[in-house]
């Protein structure tokens, strides 16, 4: 008796790139709104230096089975994606470049 069993894993290292592109852009707007210019951009080094992506870990266990397809899509990375994405464009209208 043969089984079948498939996993499609999505691959979340753009995904990553953007939410870091994401959230150094919002850092650097809100250094702009604030006007920090004494801060040596503190800011901005705090951004670098405090790891922001994390990763998380799933088991599936599967009995009795046969025929199977799995697929591991990361719901919680695209959620956040369009939340920084909203804040982004919020920024962006406040200081009036859209």
């Known amino acids: 008796m043969e089984t079948y069993l498939q996993i499609q894993?999505?691959?979340?290292?753009?995904?990553?790139?953007?939410?870091?592109?994401?959230h150094l852009a919002i850092t650097l707007i809100l250094d702009m709104i604030t006007d920090n210019t004494n801060n040596d951009g503190a800011s901005i080094q705090e951004?670098?230096?405090?790891?922001?992506?994390?990763?998380?870990?799933q088991i599936i266990i599967i009995d009795n089975s046969k025929d199977i397809t799995i697929i591991v899509d990361d719901t919680d990375l695209t959620a956040n994606l369009q939340i920084l994405l909203q804040i982004l464009l919020a920024l962006l209208v406040q200081i009036d470049i859209l």
């Open 9 to 22: 894993l999505s691959g979340n290292q753009i995904a990553n790139s953007l939410q870091l592109s994401l």
């Open 47 to 57: 951004f670098i230096e405090q790891p922001s992506i994390k990763t998380t870990e």
